[in-house]
């Protein structure tokens, strides 16, 4: 324990954003870093609370508490402290394969269960965690580091995203050659389309890809599995397969007009924009624009957000969210107590950018919309919302959504955009392989593992327990190759 008063001695000092006016200019990154002397003084905050729920990862009340890849966050806060940034890098990364990502786009569940938390601030966890991995890339420690011995193993990696990513790397390290497959034009899956840029630079990720290429990793791009290339053929060629592709399928909504030209999934109008912004700046007409338009983003997750972020720096005319859920409470409610997730309202960057942009919260609750209007010539013109009320139904207890009587309202909207969530797997791929599928169109694993109902093939990340974070998709991909090797050795040292 570095500073065991540090706590009591210093305030939450967050990396500082920088104004709306000026981020919104472009699709950058909006954080500016403390000094190195601030960041010790952040983590000297990591008080000794004897159990540290920040690095559980436990299911508490149905939520997850804690980080679920048990990052050592204790051991490295204090050694920013002490001032050893390269040991703090090696524990870092003897849980976390990619921190460069999480510090970036993680929700830090480990924040939420702080002790610190519990009756005041919580300590900086992923700003340390970006500071360390960041420190890492200047000073070379994050180099290259390919494995001495190779065992004569095949791995074919289906999906790019991070937990396929996790799961090469650590077959890599292990020895095993790993082949990555990704349909796209880039690696990284939803990382790199379905993640705005100004969250996460796509340099980051390339960075990432350029040093596991280094350490013999192949990636194929544009190589759609189950298409361009058959399971048969994979089989013959690797002697175990992994699926990562993701819970690509996104959920639509059925309403009268659903045809209307204008209306777009969330992953689709995200990708459209970040891939013109990588291949020509964002030239005009190269993507789904929402300059000068009133959009419509239903939704109000993450994803949504980063739509209506997206939009604003489009140069949209207005921007409405709608979020069929009442709105959450300001703070933790009585029957949602530390370390759980707390389950309060919280507004993001692009609602915060919407705001002072168009004068108030775009955000509109137990809404949702009824109908789209088109124009004679089936583009978007408009929408009707409706309000909702829950009402509980006495035989089963569960509360049921039913629309408010003469609530109805049209609107002006020229672009709507889809972020209802996901679905699940893709069926030409589960279908191509031949394996089972729970009730929600995941892949089923054996008997709570990562094998599947098809020998030799392995599943992990959101197309084995649906949508989620990406820190949870790491660990799910560590996981998986931890059986994988275990499968091909006899045993795992992973």
């Known amino acids: 324990m570095g500073k065991p008063t540090g706590f009591l001695e210093y305030e939450r000092e967050e990396t500082r954003a920088f104004s709306v006016s000026e981020r919104i200019k472009n699709f950058n990154e909006f954080h500016e870093l403390l000094s190195p002397e601030e960041r010790r003084k952040q983590a000297a905050r990591c008080m000794e609370c004897g159990v540290p ?4 990862g436990m299911n508490i009340g149905g939520m997850i508490s804690g980080c679920p890849l048990n990052n ?10 002490r001032g050893n940034l390269e040991q703090a890098y090696r524990r870092l990364r003897s849980t976390n394969n990619f921190p460069e990502f999480t510090s970036r786009v993680c929700p830090a569940l480990c924040e939420k269960a702080c002790t610190c938390g519990a009756n005041g601030d919580a300590v900086t ?27 004569g193993k095949k791995v074919a990696v289906i999906g790019s995203g991070p937990s396929g990513l996790a799961a090469a790397d650590r077959l890599n390290r292990r020895g095993h050659s790993v082949t990555v497959f990704e349909r796209s034009d880039r690696v990284g899956g939803l990382m790199m389309y379905g993640i705005p840029n100004m969250k996460l630079e796509k340099s980051v990720i390339d960075r990432r890809i350029d040093i596991m290429k280094a350490e013999g990793v192949e990636f194929r791009t544009c190589v759609n599995v189950g298409k361009d290339i058959s399971f048969k053929e994979l089989k013959e060629q690797f002697d175990r397969i992994v699926l990562a592709c993701g819970a690509s399928n996104p959920r639509d909504i059925k309403v009268e007009g659903r045809d209307a030209e204008g209306v777009y999934f969330a992953v689709d109008f995200l990708k459209s924009t970040t891939k013109a912004l990588l291949d020509n700046g964002l030239k005009e007409g190269t993507f789904i624009s929402a300059k000068d338009k009133n959009v419509i983003v239903i939704g109000g ?27 959450l409470p300001d703070t933790r409610a009585e029957n949602n107590p530390w370390p759980q997730w707390p389950r309060v309202c919280k507004t993001d960057y692009g609602q915060e950018e919407a705001a002072a942009v168009y004068g108030a919260d775009p955000r509109i609750y137990q809404t949702t919309v009824k109908k789209f209007i088109k124009d004679e010539n089936g583009s978007l013109r408009g929408a009707v919302l409706v309000s909702l009320s829950f009402e509980k139904d006495e035989k089963t207890g569960r509360m049921n959504m039913k629309e408010v009587e003469g609530s109805e309202r049209e609107v002006e909207a020229e672009l709507v955009l889809i972020a209802a969530g996901f679905l699940g797997s893709e069926s030409y791929v589960t279908s191509e392989f031949g394996v089972e599928l729970d009730a929600r169109t995941n892949v089923r694993g054996e008997n ?10 392995f599943t992990a990340g959101d197309m084995h327990s649906g949508q989620s974070l990406v820190v949870r998709a790491i660990r799910d991909g560590r996981d998986c190759a931890r059986e994988v090797d275990e499968s091909l050795m006899g045993y795992s040292n992973l």
Request: glycine fraction near 8%; charge should be neutral; aromatic fraction near 8%.
């Open 125 to 151: 966890v992923r700003n340390n965690e970006y500071a360390i991995v960041e420190a890492a890339y200047k000073n070379g420690w994050a180099a290259a580091c390919p494995p001495k011995v190779r065992t």
């Open 53 to 56: 729920f920040c690095q559980s």
């Open 448 to 457: 709570g593992s990562h094998r599947t109902s098809v020998e030799n093939v």
């Open 72 to 81: 050592l966050i204790p051991e490295w806060n204090d050694l920013i402290y």
């Open 301 to 327: 997750g993450d994803t949504g957000n980063d739509c209506v972020g997206t939009c604003v720096r489009h140069g949209a005319k207005s921007v409405l969210q709608l979020e069929m859920m009442p709105k």
